[in-house]
């Protein structure tokens, strides 16, 4: 069974760091372009990052730039996400989500859309706060 289960996160202060961990069972996760979306409460699920399938291309939304990385360990079967200088505005679920049917795998205008995707984790909290 497929299946995506997120971790790592938490109650952090303005500022400071934290590395989510999206774990891969049940296939070999640099078959698929694997992403972080995050959703606020009263907020669209919107596209934070994405490490593309095919070329290791990474994507990340503007609000995130130079202050999140997104890397796979492909032997372990994971995908992280690792956050810098966080800021409240970064609060909420983050979830981690695979995407397999393009061949070329996705782009930069096609990452964020999330019919794109077809498995998706259960999220991890997190909270940015003082």
């Known amino acids: 069974q497929l299946q995506l289960v997120e971790s790592g996160g938490g109650l952090v202060q303005p500022g400071g760091s934290l590395r989510l961990s999206c774990a891969a069972a049940?296939?070999?996760?640099?078959?698929?372009?694997i992403a972080w979306f995050r959703q606020a409460p009263g907020k669209e699920r919107e596209g934070v990052s994405c490490i593309n399938r095919a070329d290791g291309n990474t994507f990340y939304a503007d609000s995130v730039k130079g202050r999140f990385t997104i890397s796979r360990d492909n032997v372990k079967n994971m995908v992280y996400l690792a956050m810098n200088s966080l800021k409240p505005e970064d609060t909420g679920v983050y979830y981690c989500?695979?995407?397999?049917?393009?061949?070329?795998?996705?782009?930069?205008?096609?990452?964020?859309?999330?019919?794109?995707?077809?498995?998706w984790g259960q999220g991890t909290q997190v909270t940015v706060s003082s």
């Open positions: 049940g296939f070999s996760s640099d078959m698929y372009s």
């Open positions: 989500a695979a995407a397999w049917r393009r061949a070329s795998g996705l782009d930069g205008g096609s990452w964020t859309l999330i019919p794109e995707y077809d498995y």
